[in-house]
């Protein structure tokens, strides 16, 4: 069974990265053209002397669309595996809602929460030199908040009994944003943008960053949780199967 749930999601995954693809190119790719240009006429762009490695049309094209099908196929997978370990086991929730709270506290943890402490920068945003530091501080946002969203989800699991299933979450939850409101406010604040970028355009660009997520997570998150459904409901009339 948790190999067929791994491959749908994987399935799922692959949806999602290609409805991804397609909301770059709509909505990223030419904010990154804006960016470039301004980086080439800042004089911040790499030495016209050395050779182009990628070229621009690849980057946007056949690199882009497999990158968000890789990471969508690889998001699906872990998001199936840790639903096998969950589903009938620690939760009483239905196929379909198990998998989409999942997918969206997973979103919440790894991508909204330190997104909105290190948003993505378009080019020409952020000092070569600090791309290191800068790296660091995102993973020790994205750990850190992973790890208080499972202590919250241990939390609320351990109230349910006393508080009820409703009362429970709502404690978990707000002891996980006031955690959170904590460590955002000792991590260290990171503003590079450069004199004369377009606020209008950074808002846009990180916007944009953030929506390529959600089409990725929403996707998997709900084609996933159909696609287990099916399996998992239709497992049990097989007298030779087990869940």
């Given amino acids: 069974?948790?190999?067929?749930?791994?491959?749908?999601?994987?399935?799922?995954?692959?949806?999602?990265?290609?409805?991804?693809?397609?909301?770059?190119?709509?909505?990223?790719?030419?904010?990154?053209?804006?960016?470039?240009?301004?980086?080439?006429?800042?004089?911040?762009?790499?030495?016209?002397?050395?050779?182009?490695?990628?070229?621009?049309?690849?980057?946007?094209?056949?690199?882009?669309?497999?990158?968000?099908?890789?990471?969508?196929?690889?998001?699906?997978?872990?998001?199936?595996?840790?639903?096998?370990?969950?589903?009938?086991?620690?939760?009483?929730?239905?196929?379909?809602?198990?998998?989409?709270?999942?997918?969206?506290?997973?979103?919440?943890?790894?991508?909204?929460?330190?997104?909105?402490?290190?948003?993505?920068?378009?080019?020409?945003?952020?000092?070569?030199?600090?791309?290191?530091?800068?790296t660091q501080l995102f993973f020790i946002m994205l750990l850190v908040s992973l790890a208080l969203m499972i202590a919250a989800f241990a939390l609320a699991r351990r109230m349910r009994p006393r508080l009820g299933a409703w009362n429970a979450a709502i404690v978990a939850g707000l002891a996980y944003v006031l955690a959170i409101a904590v460590v955002m406010a000792l991590l260290p604040e990171v503003n590079e943008v450069p004199d004369g970028f377009s606020a209008v355009l950074l808002w846009r660009f990180r916007l944009a960053a953030l929506g390529l997520q959600a089409v990725i997570w929403a996707t998997v998150g709900l084609l996933f949780g159909f696609l287990a459904e099916r399996l998992v409901l239709g497992a049990p009339s097989k007298p030779d199967r087990r869940v």
């Fill in 1 to 134: 069974m948790t190999g067929k749930l791994l491959l749908r999601g994987m399935i799922a995954g692959v949806v999602g990265g290609l409805l991804a693809f397609l909301f770059a190119r709509l909505y990223g790719e030419p904010l990154i053209d804006v960016a470039i240009a301004f980086e080439e006429h800042a004089g911040a762009a790499h030495d016209a002397a050395e050779p182009e490695m990628v070229s621009r049309a690849t980057q946007a094209g056949l690199g882009l669309l497999t990158g968000v099908v890789v990471y969508g196929a690889a998001l699906g997978g872990i998001l199936a595996l840790a639903f096998a370990v969950v589903y009938g086991r620690f939760s009483r929730l239905g196929v379909r809602a198990l998998a989409a709270i999942m997918a969206l506290s997973g979103f919440v943890a790894v991508i909204l929460v330190p997104v909105v402490k290190y948003p993505a920068n378009p080019p020409a945003v952020g000092a070569a030199d600090t791309i290191g530091d800068r």
